[in-house]
């Protein structure tokens, strides 16, 4: 089955300075998801991404996903406290199954 | 606010106890799920409904008994747990089974 592997497990950084998270899956992947999850609460749909070599781009925050469609990156670009959060990246290995979640980021931004 | 809305938010419960979760869409959403989320571990798929038929049971314990009278309903029924089965229970909506879903909030649950 299909794994996903976060990194880092967790990040603490100051306010202002740019962040990378990182979701790397054992298998070809057909469709990435972004979500954040605030402690204890929902996960909000951030992005999804499909196509090798995509990138998307909401407010400050940026998804790519690799052209080998095995390895997708979320950046945000000068942290804000409101980004601090658990990152999860859920993917879809084929068509129609089933997602599968790893096992988050944990953002902390620092004032 | 993502239209998905979960009842209650946190609930305490004995081992012999019996209690339902309950989960309402108002996305006009076809397919419904639920998820568990444990300390540590990715969210674990527990049912996926379509068109209120259940097209997935990921091998769970009877103990968690889904039901889904509508399109815009899901409940979980909960009976004889174990503490074990303490955790974060999000509830999530799609278009269809194929589509992006958008979750509730969570019921934290805890089994003493």
């Known amino acids: 089955s299909q794994e996903l592997e976060q990194s880092p497990q967790s990040l603490i950084v100051q306010e202002g300075k740019n962040l990378t998270i990182n979701c790397t899956s054992s298998k070809t992947l057909y469709g990435l998801y972004w979500y954040k999850q605030k402690y204890g609460e929902g996960l909000i749909f951030l992005m999804m991404?499909?196509?090798?070599?995509e990138e998307k781009s909401h407010e400050k925050i940026t998804a790519k996903l690799d052209e080998k469609k095995q390895q997708s990156s979320l950046h945000i670009t000068a942290s804000q406290p409101s980004h601090a959060g658990i990152y999860l990246c859920g993917a879809e290995e084929t068509s129609g199954s089933r997602l599968t979640f790893g096992e988050g980021t944990q953002l902390t931004v620092n004032p | 606010e993502t239209g998905v809305t979960q009842t209650p938010r946190h609930l305490v419960m004995g081992m012999t106890n019996k209690k339902s979760l309950k989960c309402e869409q108002h996305l006009g959403h076809n397919a419904m799920y639920w998820y568990k989320q444990s300390a540590k571990k990715p969210l674990e798929l527990m049912f996926v409904y379509n068109f209120k038929e259940q097209t997935e049971n990921n091998s769970v314990p009877s103990r968690f008994s889904p039901e889904c009278p509508n399109s815009s309903h899901l409940f979980l029924h909960l009976h004889t747990l174990q503490p074990e089965d303490s955790a974060l229970y999000l509830c999530?909506?799609?278009?269809?089974?194929?589509?992006?879903?958008?979750f509730g909030p969570g019921t934290r649950l805890l089994v003493l």
């Open positions: 999530a909506s799609s278009k269809n089974d194929q589509e992006t879903q958008y």
């Open positions: 991404l499909q196509k090798g070599g």
